[in-house]
Each structure stands twice: as C-alpha cells, then as structure tokens.
C-alpha cells in the first residue's frame, strides 16, 4: 500500500485539523517495530489523523520511520520536535474532505 500524496493545501488543512490532538502513540528505543505499525494502523483506521510521540530513547531515524509507515499506506503530514502527525483516509465515511 502507497502513501496518499497530498498537496500544500491539503497538508495545511490537515495541519490546522490535528492542532488540538494529542499524541495516541509512542514510539520507543525498538523503532518502528511490527508491533509499532499494527498499534498505528489499528489507530489510524478508528481516527483516520493522529499525533505520535518519539521517545528521547528512540535509536530510528527520521527517513527509517518515514519508510517504515509510508509502506502501510500512512501519510506524513508534518513533524514537529518529537511529534508526527500522520494521516490516511478511509475509502468510506472519511471525516476529511480533501476535494479542491
């Protein structure tokens, strides 16, 4: 499964959509592990955006966790200090409009 591309305009609409949120996850010393990307996609399928927080402790680096949840589909909207923001619509009854 590919990552959705979304244009500066969808990501500013997403940015301002996940201001309020706080994190759902936290990504520890093991990096994006299986059983990391199950807890996010269980996650990202009940909220379709979510905030997760990278530990001080982490060893993974950016481009490893940008890989590693772009291959189930998961789409990087910004990343702020130690904090992700990552989006993927649902193909019915979305809470997002993304139409231009």
Do not use: W
């Amino acid at each position: 499964m590919e990552a959705m591309k979304v244009t500066p305009k969808q990501r500013r609409f997403l940015k301002a959509q996940s201001h309020h949120l706080k994190p759902l996850i936290q990504l520890g010393k093991e990096g994006p592990s299986a059983g990391f990307l199950r807890q996010l996609e269980e996650q990202i399928n009940a909220h379709e955006l979510i905030k997760v927080k990278v530990l001080g402790n982490c060893l993974a680096e950016k481009e490893e966790i940008e890989a590693a949840v772009g291959s189930v589909g998961v789409t990087v909207v910004q990343k702020i200090g130690h904090i992700y923001t990552f989006f993927r619509q649902r193909e019915e009854n979305s809470n997002f409009d993304l139409d231009e």
